[in-house]
């Protein structure tokens, strides 16, 4: 995909959350908005991926560990024709198959449920290593918050990953700064977080999560280092995309009420 057409699918993905998150009356599209130029890049240029064929053996897989973004990344699997943008509209409704926290069953594209935060780790690390046994040279993308980075959880994975040399495992910090009650730096300050990773043994890349070259140009070029696993800390903005939400704690649980809604679309180009 060009860089336009990139922009073109980050912005259709907005517009489709902000309709979700407001028509199920659910909340996080603060933290949905912030990815979505990183899922763009990804699912426009970067994964390797058959949406014919969800379950293709030699897939790259991407694993959302802020399991609370779901919308945004159902929103760019159907765009990119994992399943039918009529789903869209069940989200968070009894009996659909998209859950409020992402699922992977019966959802194509999606390769585990999350939502307990500081497990996505984990499980990249664990289908890293089986793609190390089994010779496969498919990689593992997993997608964190920075709240999530409280956790211990997350540390021994990031302890374990790059003992066991994966370098095809790439992990993507979605670093809005911004958590479920505060400031990332108010609630429990990360920073120096690029220091720690790579006193880790991580590769680490720190660009701007919203400059289409930079993103490209990181998730282009990995493995950054061969045996090990590398880490792009993106810098991103909390409800990016539409000016009242963004870098505003209340979206991180908000929905978007019905003139809200219009105004945001009207925002990104869009009418209701």
């Given at each position: ?6 922009k073109?699918?980050a ?8 309709c ?29 991926v ?16 802020k ?26 409704e ?7 926290h ?7 594209g999606?390769?585990a ?8 780790l ?5 289908i890293?290593l089986?793609?190390?046994?089994d ?8 997608m ?17 990953a ?12 979605d ?14 300050e ?6 720690k ?9 720190e660009?701007?999560?919203h400059d ?25 903005v ?5 000016s ?6 209340a979206?991180?649980?908000k ?18």
């Amino acid at each position: 995909m060009s860089n336009s057409s990139l922009k073109e699918l980050a912005r259709t993905i907005r517009a489709h959350t902000l309709c979700m998150v407001h028509k199920s009356r659910a909340s996080h599209v603060g933290t949905c908005l912030s990815m979505a130029d990183l899922l763009a890049v990804l699912y426009g240029q970067i994964l390797r991926v058959d949406p014919a064929r969800p379950h293709w053996p030699d897939r790259d897989r991407f694993i959302l560990s802020k399991g609370h973004g779901a919308a945004i990344v159902y929103a760019v699997l159907a765009e990119r024709g994992f399943f039918p943008a009529s789903w869209l509209e069940t989200y968070c409704e009894d009996d659909s198959k998209l859950g409020g926290h992402i699922t992977h069953a019966d959802v194509p594209g999606v390769e585990a449920s999350t939502g307990s935060l500081g497990h996505g780790l984990s499980i990249g690390c664990g289908i890293a290593l089986a793609a190390k046994h089994d010779d496969k040279d498919y990689r593992v993308f997993v997608m964190l918050s920075d709240g999530e980075l409280d956790e211990g959880s997350a540390w021994e994975a990031i302890l374990f990953a790059p003992h066991h040399g994966l370098d095809n495992l790439i992990a993507i910090v979605d670093y809005n700064k911004i958590q479920s009650f505060g400031s990332v730096r108010d609630v429990l300050e990360l920073e120096p977080l690029a220091d720690k990773w790579r006193a880790f043994g991580w590769a680490v890349l720190e660009i701007d999560g919203h400059d289409y070259e930079q993103i490209i140009d990181a998730l282009s070029n990995v493995p950054m280092e061969e045996g090990r696993p590398t880490v792009v800390i993106a810098h991103t903005v909390k409800g990016k995309g539409v000016s009242f939400m963004e870098d505003q704690l209340a979206w991180h649980y908000k929905s978007p009420d019905d003139e809200q809604l219009a105004r945001a679309l009207i925002e990104l180009g869009e009418s209701n």
